[in-house]
């Protein structure tokens, strides 16, 4: 069966609550505390974005992400989305498709550009991806993100122009 992507539903939170709890547990990737109870995780990933998406092969759930507007009236034109995938989906091309699903669902949604606030910068996984997927660097804010693992590390800001500029 090949990979579907579909927004989500509060009663998707079942299949995304185990791929939210590994990620943010980790302390690596997410500002979130460690220790975020799942009904926080449900807040925070069901309720606060625009919307939520999850992808799923054969009845199980192996990715998701958000998307928001970035910031709030003036700036609501460039949106922002976070990402997960499950630890044994990894490496499989599912971040890409995630993204790329994304920057469809943002142009759809009137959104002209999209814009990654933190990413960490020991992510070396996803800085490639990014940069693969035509995101730009245009900040670096040191010592943003507490690592469980290396402590203060720096956070990039990265961008992308959906559509173009009038």
Same mark, same amino acid.
């Given at each position: 069966?090949?990979?579907?992507?579909?927004?989500?539903?509060?009663?998707?939170?079942?299949?995304?609550?185990?791929? &939210?709890?590994?990620?943010?547990?980790a302390g690596t990737t997410y500002p979130y505390a460690t220790t975020t109870t799942r009904e926080q995780g449900f807040h925070l990933w069901?309720?606060?974005?625009?919307?939520?998406? =999850?992808?799923?092969?054969?009845?199980?759930? +192996?990715?998701?992400?958000?998307?928001?507007? @970035?910031?709030?009236? =003036?700036?609501?034109?460039? *949106?922002?989305?976070?990402?997960?995938?499950?630890?044994?989906?990894?490496?499989?091309?599912?971040?890409?498709? =995630? *993204?790329? $699903?994304?920057?469809?669902?943002?142009?759809? @949604?009137? &959104?002209?550009?999209?814009?990654?606030?933190?990413?960490?910068?020991? @992510?070396?996984? /996803?800085? $490639? +991806?990014?940069?693969?997927?035509?995101?730009?660097?245009?900040?670096?804010?040191?010592? /943003?993100? @507490? $690592?469980?693992?290396?402590?203060?590390?720096?956070?990039?800001?990265?961008?992308?122009?959906?559509?173009?500029?009038?």
């Amino acid at each position: 069966m090949t990979l579907h992507i579909r927004k989500a539903t509060d009663r998707d939170f079942e299949t995304i609550w185990p791929i &939210f709890r590994a990620v943010v547990s980790a302390g690596t990737t997410y500002p979130y505390a460690t220790t975020t109870t799942r009904e926080q995780g449900f807040h925070l990933w069901m309720e606060v974005p625009l919307a939520t998406y =999850l992808a799923e092969k054969d009845g199980k759930t +192996l990715g998701t992400y958000y998307i928001k507007a @970035n910031q709030p009236e =003036l700036g609501a034109h460039i *949106c922002n989305c976070g990402y997960m995938v499950a630890p044994e989906a990894r490496g499989q091309g599912l971040g890409t498709k =995630l *993204c790329l $699903h994304s920057q469809q669902t943002a142009r759809d @949604n009137g &959104f002209t550009a999209m814009q990654f606030n933190l990413v960490v910068s020991t @992510n070396t996984a /996803a800085i $490639h +991806l990014w940069h693969k997927l035509g995101f730009s660097r245009i900040g670096t804010i040191p010592g /943003a993100f @507490n $690592h469980s693992r290396h402590g203060l590390v720096d956070a990039l800001i990265m961008y992308k122009q959906l559509t173009p500029v009038l």
